[in-house]
């Protein structure tokens, strides 16, 4: 088998066979079959795509590229939960012990941020002592323990998807939905959680600028997802706006625990609510409406903070940081934004916030760059509400006043004004679940 035939075979627009990927996947993997020619057949791809079970095979070798989980010991009650990124968004800091506090077991590998998107370990990490790196055996047996572990993606799993997406960063051929469907079901499966909910979004500040265009990698997520066994349901949600107030790795913390302590009722709430709802739907077998019911009142009743506690101590965090937030990280310099005139906000664009928050060193313009958790920016008015001129609209937050301009640039680009108050925006734009297709 040459992998010069299989490039051709796809150029010209024929189907692969299983072997011929199994192929690919493990010859790309072990250094046998180069770059120029893994990014031929990316290409490839790109154009021509790929059909189901071209899908399904590619994701299935690239889960066993390297190391698995085996969550057998948890039968059908492992969940997990997928954002596909965004701004501002902190659900997993909530929607995890929330599940968690109902009998659900959430084991979780997470992300770090780069560019204007966050990451939850990035997050976690501005809690001082937080552990993102557990042992196997560590990471099991705390899920058995408490029912919740969240720790940064391992050196092995799936190193398949890891060459092949750096490949395809700099080759122009990301946005092919087999080729993100494959990336990103290929870490859930090799995971090893049997239900899976994805937050797929859509606008500014998200990878799918449409809902229309997220509506597809969600049903191909879904279908490929059901068919390698596993119960999915994807959310698409909005991410034109960013997702609560705070963007920023210790801003976000507090938030989250803000939310979990029935301070916070936004939109924040609200999306945690719906992903956590359908996670509880999913492990329990009840519908998304009971499970909604079961969230609120984790939540209401204070159980659910109870077991973020528990899950930040269990793996080193100082849980005073959760009750106090003077254990966290502040900024040295906190710089407001006002507004020009009278009126009220017409939009904020996620993107240029979260380059705002990355500027101001809340996160990365490169893997090697270093985070201050610190860093970011608050929110002080979202759409629809009206603003008086000098009023303050956002808070700029560093510990290097150097930083102030070019996010002040940034920030100024995100925030939109009208004389009217627009019309409200939909924060679900739908949920579609396995037994939909």
């Not at 150029?11 to 199994?22: M, Q, T």
């Not at 057949?41 to 021509?48: P, S, V």
């Not at 020009?340 to 904020?348: H, K, L, S």
Request: aromatic fraction near 6%; hydrophobic fraction near 40%.
């Amino acid at each position: 088998m040459r992998m010069y035939d299989i490039i051709l075979k796809k150029r010209d627009g024929g189907e692969l066979s299983d072997e011929e990927i199994g192929f690919f996947v493990e010859g790309y993997t072990n250094g046998a079959i180069p770059d120029y020619q893994a990014s031929a057949l990316c290409m490839a791809i790109f154009f021509r795509g790929m059909t189901e079970r071209e899908t399904v095979r590619l994701t299935e070798c690239m889960a066993r590229s390297g190391d698995t989980l085996d969550l057998s010991a948890f039968g059908d009650l492992s969940v997990d939960k997928h954002s596909t990124g965004g701004v501002g968004d902190k659900t997993t800091l909530i929607v995890a012990p929330t599940v968690a506090s109902l009998g659900c077991y959430v084991m979780k590998m997470s992300g770090r941020g780069l560019g204007h998107t966050g990451g939850t370990v990035d997050k976690l990490e501005s809690i001082s002592g937080y552990r993102t790196s557990l042992s196997e055996e560590e990471f099991i047996e705390q899920s058995k323990h408490i029912g919740i572990a969240v720790i940064g993606q391992t050196g092995n799993l799936t190193p398949a998807d890891k060459k092949l997406y750096a490949l395809r960063d700099v080759t122009a051929t990301v946005d092919s939905i087999p080729l993100i469907t494959a990336s990103i079901m290929s870490k859930k499966l090799a995971a090893g959680s049997k239900n899976i909910v994805l937050d797929v979004k859509y606008g500014s500040g998200a990878f799918m600028k449409t809902p229309e265009d997220a509506e597809k990698l969600a049903e191909n997520m879904v279908r490929i997802g059901k068919s390698c066994g596993r119960r999915v349901t994807a959310v698409l949600t909005d991410m034109d706006v960013p997702l609560g107030k705070n963007v920023g790795n210790a801003l976000e913390i507090k938030e989250a625990v803000d939310v979990l302590r029935g301070r916070e009722k936004g939109d924040l709430y609200e999306v945690s609510v719906t992903l956590a709802s359908h996670m509880v739907s999913l492990v329990k077998r009840i519908t998304p409406g009971e499970a909604r019911a079961l969230v609120t009142d984790a939540i209401g009743s204070g159980k659910a903070f109870e077991k973020m506690k528990e899950w930040i101590g269990a793996q080193g965090g100082d849980v005073k940081a959760l009750e106090d937030f003077e254990y966290l990280p502040s900024a040295s310099v906190i710089y407001p934004v006002n507004a020009p005139c009278d009126g009220y906000v017409e939009g904020i664009d996620a993107q240029s916030v979260g380059r705002a928050a990355m500027l101001l060193g809340a996160g990365r313009a490169s893997k090697e760059d270093t985070i201050d958790p610190a860093a970011g920016v608050v929110l002080l008015k979202k759409p629809g509400d009206p603003v008086k001129a000098g009023e303050p609209v956002a808070k700029l937050h560093t510990c290097d006043v150097r930083r102030i301009p070019a996010a002040l640039d940034a920030i100024g680009e995100a925030l939109r004004y009208g004389a009217e108050k627009p019309a409200e925006r939909g924060l679900i734009y739908k949920v579609i679940s396995d037994a939909d297709l």
